[in-house]
């Protein structure tokens, strides 16, 4: 039986996610030559909704009928942190639906989509992400959920959560990496119009999700991003897809061309680059969050590795702070 994923829709979602989920589902499908995953645009009630400042759109199913087994939630408007009491108060009947005992098993969100699963109550007690400057907000209101701020993507029991507007990429790579084979899904990823990640210094390239295609790399890559860094090794990664060091070692630089201890020092020191390079967090706080134990441990590997301080890094690669705080998000 195909898994099946519901497309939540609800008043003022930002639903350019959702209709990129159900393409690369598609795509998945047609690549695979069956429907090993399927989709329905699910609501509180079945019927038109209408979408941010965009067309209404068919719910087919109510949430609680559908049968679903994952329940991938969008994005909403947001002008500012400000807004995000009101924007809660109105999605009171989603938050209430996905709250009730008994909801899909699984539950994906991002960006500001996070915001509704954590209203929900479904991440307590789990690790969670979202986007840097929802982060200190949703981490002071809801405090039971176990924030991981520079993680880019965090999977825990029965949800995942992703950062950023484009989060459902890294999202549903992860998720469909589960379900079709590795050259499947890589065929859709090299052959499609899938979006394009924003440009990264290269050294990083090898740690980007979309371009890691092996499903045990995936897995590592996944397990790395929410462990501290002091505590990333050959040791710990080997016992984690239940390999020895050597023959972890044989895949890694069979797959990457490059050494897995090096392989997992750039997932690390990959996080860095991104909060350097979203966020005005100081070198020692981001240090401090992805457990790299000092200030200076992670300037000299991170030096290392792009030939740039992290200062340099973020005036290079940086984006605009001041005026993304406050910029609308979904």
């Known amino acids: 039986?195909?898994?099946?994923?519901?497309?939540?829709?609800?008043?003022?979602?930002?639903?350019?996610?959702?209709?990129a989920a159900a393409d690369m589902v598609r795509a998945c499908n047609l690549r695979s030559g069956r429907e090993r995953m399927q989709v329905t645009w699910v609501g509180t009630g079945r019927g038109d909704v209408p979408t941010q400042g965009g067309p209404s759109l068919r719910a087919e199913a109510s949430l609680g009928a559908a049968g679903c087994d994952a329940w991938l939630l969008p994005g909403l408007w947001l002008a500012s942190t400000d807004a995000l009491d009101a924007a809660l108060q109105v999605q009171q009947p989603l938050v209430e639906a996905l709250r009730k005992p008994g909801a899909v098993?699984?539950?994906?969100s991002y960006c500001a989509g996070v915001a509704l699963a954590a209203a929900a109550g479904r991440l307590d007690r789990r690790e969670a992400t979202a986007t840097w400057w929802l982060q200190p907000v949703l981490a002071a209101r809801f405090p039971r959920v176990r924030w991981k701020a520079s993680a880019d993507l965090a999977r825990s029991r029965s949800t995942l959560t992703a950062a950023g507007p484009n989060g459902y990429l890294p999202l549903m790579l992860d998720q469909l990496a589960r379900h079709y084979p590795a050259d499947e899904l890589d065929d859709v990823q090299e052959l499609l119009m899938l979006p394009r990640p924003r440009e990264r210094h290269a050294a990083f390239q090898a740690v980007e999700m979309i371009r890691v295609s092996h499903p045990s790399l995936r897995n590592l890559l996944a397990w790395a991003r929410v462990t501290p860094a002091n505590d990333v090794s050959l040791a710990s990664a080997a016992r984690q897809l239940n390999l020895s060091v050597r023959t972890l070692c044989r895949l890694?630089?069979?797959?990457?061309?490059?050494?897995?201890g090096e392989w997992l020092r750039l997932a690390k020191l990959g996080q860095a680059a991104e909060a350097l390079r979203s966020s005005r967090a100081p070198v020692k706080t981001i240090a401090d969050d992805l457990g790299f134990g000092s200030e200076g441990s992670l300037y000299r590997a991170f030096k290392a590795v792009t030939q740039l301080t992290p200062s340099d890094y973020r005036q290079a690669y940086g984006a605009l702070p001041a005026a993304m705080r406050r910029k609308s998000l979904g």
């Open 105 to 108: 098993p699984e539950l994906w």
């Open 252 to 260: 890694v630089g069979g797959e990457t061309r490059i050494p897995a």
């Open 1 to 19: 039986m195909p898994f099946r994923l519901g497309l939540v829709l609800f008043p003022g979602c930002m639903p350019a996610g959702l209709f």
